[in-house]
């Protein structure tokens, strides 16, 4: 055993690493509490570290957090985040941006029942954890728990109704505008818009959509304008609507769909017409889904909604306010969300 090593099997302390750094305990505790500039050499600092990651060595959050009145837990509510297929990225997001900053995320869905909202936001608030990120599995406008008014809090893919909370979204317009362009910047002039809902994104994707057209000195032809709904489904019967029985040249060449199931949708209906998908008809999807998007036949070029980076971001923005000890500034940070380039896109046949 080398000297200054410890004994047994139980978890190494910061006396065990200040033993085989041969530093005094105080200087171990600047290292890992960030007071260590200006107090300790360089030299000194980096055999701290390399002592620390000899033993397998990890600071004590729990009694460090005491020390500060903090219990380095973050909460997270959700609503139906733990049955979509997108949650396992937002929660990765927020909870390895927790880790590496010494912090665990406590996770508790509520299925989008006020009652077991609130009753999740008291129990977090009994264990004291530092703050809540508020998350939902698709953008809304929510009406937040009032217990969120005793802890930071940051919301992540809604938007507070009273405006009271900071925010991280996807740039839903910016979405929009890129999806249209990857098929004019392909050649294509005649495009359709397929899917929707009542809800934020619809709305913003569309004003994304006509912003991009406008950039070709065109207009979006009210009848290629089709808010039919966001499944298979939906992208079905709005594929046959635009294209059954319509001779090529009186059809779009181009279609972005308002999510990756509606694609699947008007993928099925053009392969039930005889359209070839990308030779006569090039789509391009919204979502980039998890075992979808990537497994259609063509595979489906789409925008990426930023999942992951959602989740990134409000751990970090929640746990930049709790170190300053004030609130989340009351903004809304909108997110890129990024193009995945598949098969589905291609230059329009003469």
């Not at 997270?76 to 990225?89: E, L, R």
């Not at 004291?128 to 406008?141: E, H, K, P, T």
């Not at 839903?172 to 809800?199: C, F, K, P, Q, S």
């Amino acid at each position: 055993m080398s000297r200054g090593e410890s004994k047994g099997a139980g978890r190494p302390t910061s006396r065990d690493v200040a033993r085989l750094a041969g530093v005094s305990h105080t200087a171990v505790s600047f290292v890992f509490n960030g007071r260590a500039e200006g107090n300790l050499s360089a030299d000194t600092q980096e055999r701290i570290k390399e002592a620390a990651a000899r033993l397998g060595y990890r600071p004590n959050a729990v009694a460090r957090g005491l020390r500060r009145s903090r219990t380095a837990v973050l909460g997270m509510v959700t609503d139906h985040i733990a049955t979509s297929p997108f949650a396992g990225a937002l929660l990765r997001g927020a909870m390895e941006t927790a880790w590496g900053r010494d912090h665990l995320v406590l996770t508790v869905d509520s299925t989008g029942d006020p009652a077991k909202e609130a009753a999740a936001v008291a129990e977090l608030l009994d264990r004291r954890v530092d703050g809540i990120i508020y998350a939902a599995m698709s953008l809304r406008s929510a009406r937040v728990p009032e217990g969120l008014g005793a802890t930071p809090t940051v919301l992540a893919n809604c938007l507070a109704e009273d405006g009271s909370r900071a925010a991280v979204i996807p740039a839903e317009r910016a979405g929009g505008r890129a999806a249209a362009r990857l098929l004019l910047d392909a050649g294509h002039r005649r495009l359709a818009l397929v899917g929707g809902l009542d809800d934020i994104a619809t709305p913003e994707r569309l004003r994304g959509f006509r912003d991009a057209l406008r950039t070709v000195d065109q207009l979006a032809r009210k009848d290629w304008l089709l808010r039919c709904g966001g499944e298979i489904s939906a992208g079905y019967e709005g594929a046959l609507r635009l294209l059954d029985g319509v001779p090529a040249a009186e059809r779009p060449t181009g279609i972005v769909c308002f999510n990756d199931r509606v694609a699947a949708g008007v993928l099925h209906a053009a392969s039930r017409l005889g359209i070839d998908v990308p030779g006569e008809l090039s789509l391009v999807g919204y979502d980039d889904q998890e075992h979808m998007a990537a497994f259609l036949t063509p595979a489906l070029t789409t925008v990426a909604l930023p999942h992951r980076a959602m989740g990134e971001t409000a751990a970090g923005l929640l746990l930049d306010a709790i170190e300053a000890g004030v609130e989340p500034v009351v903004e809304v940070r909108r997110l890129e969300c990024p193009v995945v380039l598949r098969g589905s896109l291609a230059p329009p046949r003469p």
